[in-house]
């Protein structure tokens, strides 16, 4: 007993004989396994026309009716022609456009003017010293004396260094020292630009910044001790109107080398008293 087959579902058993399905048997109540199929399938030469004018919206929602239809060819969705006022609106419409609704945003359409804007270039700083490295430990004594004392790169008598500048100011303000800080100052540090490592006035600025954060609890100018070459030689380097060269100062040689050498403590002491105290 043999049936004829839709078309849908002769295409069915076209394209499961192309997978290697051989026979397709349908069993519902009026029919039996033994039943044999047949039906006519129609090959049109491209199934599935493809129009490459068509927007991808309508591609996709094509694409979505043909899975739901199953095996049905494709058909193409209507294109649809706009007239050319729509296509390109003119200059002239513009403004019933605008007008047809209170919410449309009107831009401003004149053209944009550029101003030339000069860029004022700092000159090179024309401040010279001959130091570029600096590492000093700073000591901030009873809000009146500040000690500035090179040391070593590699530094390791902080402790030995403190008590010396402890002992230092006692002597030199007369009174127990009861309130102090100490801290640690390094050029260049962290900064690893060439660029900036010959900027001299990059050095004053950094360490005059530091000086001012030790010094903002002063109620009066500081007595300032310069210990050591190097930071002697920095602060003579500084411009004539810099702050650090209004402050009475003594120079005497580091704390570390009066650690070292006692002798040297003598002159030191006379050097601070003459010139801080005269």
């Known amino acids: 007993m043999s049936r004829e087959l ?5 295409f069915q058993t076209h394209c499961l004989a192309q997978m290697g399905v051989v026979s397709w048997l349908s069993i519902e109540k009026s029919d039996s396994a033994t ?11 491209q199934p599935w026309p493809i129009d490459v004018a068509v927007e991808q919206g309508v591609s996709s929602q094509a694409s979505s009716d043909a899975y739901s239809t199953g095996f049905q060819a494709a058909v193409p969705p209507p294109v649809v022609t706009l007239t050319p006022e729509e296509k390109e609106p ?6 019933e456009q605008l007008n ?28 010279v010293s001959q130091i570029t490295h600096l590492d000093i430990r700073a000591y901030a004594l009873s809000n009146k004396l500040l000690i500035l004392s090179d040391v070593p790169q590699v530094f390791s008598q902080a402790e030995d260094i403190e008590r010396l500048a402890l002992k230092m100011g006692q002597a030199l303000l007369k009174k127990p020292i009861d309130e102090w ?38 109620p009066d100018a500081p007595l300032l001790v310069l210990a050591g070459a190097k930071v002697a030689q920095l602060v003579e380097d500084l411009p004539a109107d810099n702050v650090l060269k209004q402050y009475p100062t003594a120079r005497i040689v580091s704390l570390p080398e009066l650690h070292r050498i006692p002798e040297l403590r003598k002159e030191a002491w006379e050097e601070m008293q003459s010139t801080l105290f005269s």
């Open 6 to 10: 839709p078309p849908q579902q002769a």
């Open 35 to 45: 039943d044999s199929v047949s039906g006519t399938v129609f090959m049109p030469p």
């Open 90 to 95: 003119l200059v002239h419409n513009l403004r």
């Open 100 to 127: 047809a609704g209170p919410e449309i945003i009107v831009e401003d359409l004149q053209p944009i003017e550029e101003l030339a804007v000069d860029i004022v270039i700092e000159p090179k700083s024309n401040v």
């Open 181 to 218: 800080q100490g801290s640690a100052f390094s050029w260049p540090g962290q900064l690893r630009n060439p660029y900036f490592l010959n900027r001299t006035d990059w050095l004053f600025g950094a360490l005059e910044s530091y000086v001012g954060r030790l010094v903002k609890d002063f």
